[in-house]
């Protein structure tokens, strides 16, 4: 993303719509400024590499920011959708060892998150995007705030870079870490 914003940075990355009929138009140059954002916001807090943060953003835009600044940081990234009960979190907490969560306030995702780390014990740093959430940091509201350069932590490509959780259809949920090799 990064070359491509140096090389062609008013070239369009993404086209993002949603059933309310907003759209934005994202840049590559636009991609690379807020994953930066968001890559300093999580430096700042202690994410570096090999760290696991889950994704739990629905349809929002901020998912791809997520995802770009999340590989940038060396950390794994761990997709989630926001349909997840409350015991999928707690298998998913448990399995992946989380140590930070991002989510969307919409569907009563945060609830679900405190809920399932207090049953399963545990505790993750907590952001959501676009509203205030009680127990959540703001990553909206602390992206106007962070600087939009970063530094590409170095990984290798036997890291691990996501964790995919595959459906219950087996009654068992299953754990997949995807590298590149």
């Known amino acids: ?13 993404i086209v993002w ?24 916001i999580w430096k700042k807090a202690g994410i570096v590499r090999g760290d696991r943060v889950m ?16 590989h940038k940081l060396g950390a794994v990234m761990i997709p989630a959708t926001h349909m997840l009960t409350e015991s999928d979190l707690v298998y998913r907490l448990k399995a992946s060892k989380a140590k930070a969560i991002v989510c969307t306030p919409q569907d ?3 609830n679900k998150i405190k809920s399932a780390l207090n049953k399963c014990e545990m505790s993750a740093q907590l952001w959501c995007v676009q509203e205030d959430v009680e127990g ?12 939009s350069s970063f530094s590409r932590v170095d990984t290798l490509a036997s890291d ?22």
């Open 136 to 147: 959540f940091e703001n990553l909206t509201a602390q992206m106007i705030e962070s600087d």
């Open 17 to 40: 719509c949603n059933t309310e009929n907003e759209e934005h138009i994202f840049t590559f140059s636009d991609i690379r400024k807020y994953s930066n954002q968001m890559a300093n």
């Open 108 to 110: 009563e995702v945060p």
């Open 55 to 70: 994704v739990i953003l629905k349809r929002h835009y901020e998912y791809w920011f997520a995802a770009v600044a999340l």
């Open 1 to 13: 993303v990064d070359v491509m914003a140096e090389e062609t940075p008013d070239k369009t990355a």
């Open 160 to 181: 691990p870079m996501m964790i995919y959780f595959t459906s219950v259809t087996t009654g068992y949920p299953k754990g997949v870490i995807h590298d590149y090799t």
